[in-house]
């Protein structure tokens, strides 16, 4: 019962303990709730009705907080990369490869990968 106890009062992410320890259901001054960053961070399931902690402490709040922007920034900027190349190639006109890497973003890793198989295929026929 004390483990239990324990584990209750521990960090979520690392098992420590600070003086400020933060709910996992609490929302950030920007107002993102900390379930939702380590849901899009973390390869880590907590549902509402587990056993386990839900709190974590305040250095993997921080450090969560940090990647969460840092992950928001950088699909920012894929997003902005990939746009100015869209324009790159209306304006340059077709380009397979660019086209099909424009998509990836937006279909399933098993459609990329046929069609990339495909291409490999075509590529083999072609060669002989
Ligand atoms: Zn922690």
Do not use: W
Not at 24 to 32: A, I, L, P
């Amino acid at each position: 019962m004390e483990d239990q106890e324990k584990m209750e009062d521990t960090c979520r992410l690392c098992d420590e303990v600070t003086d400020k320890m933060y709910s996992v259901f609490e929302s950030t001054e920007e107002g993102f709730e900390v379930l939702q960053m380590i849901k899009e961070c973390m390869p880590i399931v907590i549902y509402r009705t587990d056993p386990l902690s839900k709190q974590v402490c305040e250095s993997c709040y921080n450090h969560l907080g940090a990647l969460y922007t840092f992950k928001k920034a950088a699909l920012e900027t894929a997003d902005r990369q990939k746009s100015k190349l869209k324009e790159t190639i209306e304006l340059a006109g077709e380009c397979k490869e660019i086209e099909l890497f424009l998509k990836c973003g937006d279909v399933p890793v098993s459609f990329i990968l046929n069609c990339y198989l495909k291409d490999l295929q075509f590529a083999a026929v072609v060669s002989f």
